[in-house]
């Protein structure tokens, strides 16, 4: 399984943009990127996903680098709810029987009032 | 129903006992998934199913954990003579699709296992 690497932790003032990095460079051809986030005390929320071309919706955006290797998550402006830790995942798409998202550490946001 | 819920929200049982966890996937779902979270940030998937079918048990610890998704029930997953490093927040997870573009998981809010 392909795996990611984000920083442990980052901050963001309020109403700022923020930039979660995530890295993959063992990526392979047919793994989707996705990014989950777990507010405290609740289970993982889905955020966003995509292949190649840089995907929006109305909670983020998702910019691809071009060689896939690296991916960004951005919040708009970030606001007090979005303190998460923030999950890139690589989701194989290939072949049978094999369904389950390898979580990586993640990304502790902190958002400062 | 339009969430994943997971019951009971806590367990906590004495070494050795057996713990039975429950997860009612979204309506229509065919796909449920569970994961267990044993320190903050670290998951670790255990078992996927479509329908009642066990779609990939990769994860699961054989010999004292078992799972099950039948019609009609919530799924549920059983350890067996639970032990101390069995103390964990279980997640399952629900899913629509398995097509890549509309493909997105839906997490309950978990059952936190406490083995004492």
């Known amino acids: 399984d392909a795996k990611t690497t984000q920083p442990n932790s980052m901050e963001s003032n309020e109403e700022e943009p923020v930039h979660l990095p995530c890295n993959h460079s063992t990526i392979s051809g047919t793994d989707y990127i996705h990014w989950y986030r777990q507010l405290p005390s609740q289970g993982p929320e889905y955020v966003i996903h995509g292949l190649t071309s840089n995907v929006n919706n109305r909670m983020a955006s998702l910019a691809i680098a071009e060689d896939r290797k690296s991916s960004t998550l951005i919040l708009h402006r970030a606001t007090l709810r979005d303190a998460a830790v923030y999950y890139c995942i690589l989701r194989d798409i290939r072949g049978s029987g094999t369904y389950k998202y390898i979580f990586g550490t993640g990304t502790r946001l902190k958002v400062l009032a | 129903g339009e969430e994943v819920a997971q019951t009971p929200k806590h367990l906590v049982r004495g070494e050795g006992q057996k713990a039975k966890l429950y997860c009612a996937p979204i309506?229509?779902?065919?796909?449920v998934f569970w994961y267990q979270q044993v320190l903050k940030n670290e998951f670790k998937f255990l078992i996927s199913f479509q329908n009642e079918n066990v779609f990939d048990e990769t994860g699961m610890p054989k010999e004292r954990f078992s799972a099950k998704c039948l019609p009609n029930s919530p799924c549920s997953l059983e350890i067996q003579a639970t032990k101390l490093e069995d103390s964990a927040v279980y997640f399952c997870?629900?899913?629509?699709?398995?097509?890549?573009?509309?493909?997105?998981?839906?997490f309950g809010s978990g059952t936190q296992l406490s083995v004492l």
């Open positions: 309506k229509g779902h065919s796909y």
């Open positions: 997870a629900s899913s629509q699709s398995i097509a890549a573009l509309d493909e997105k998981l839906f």
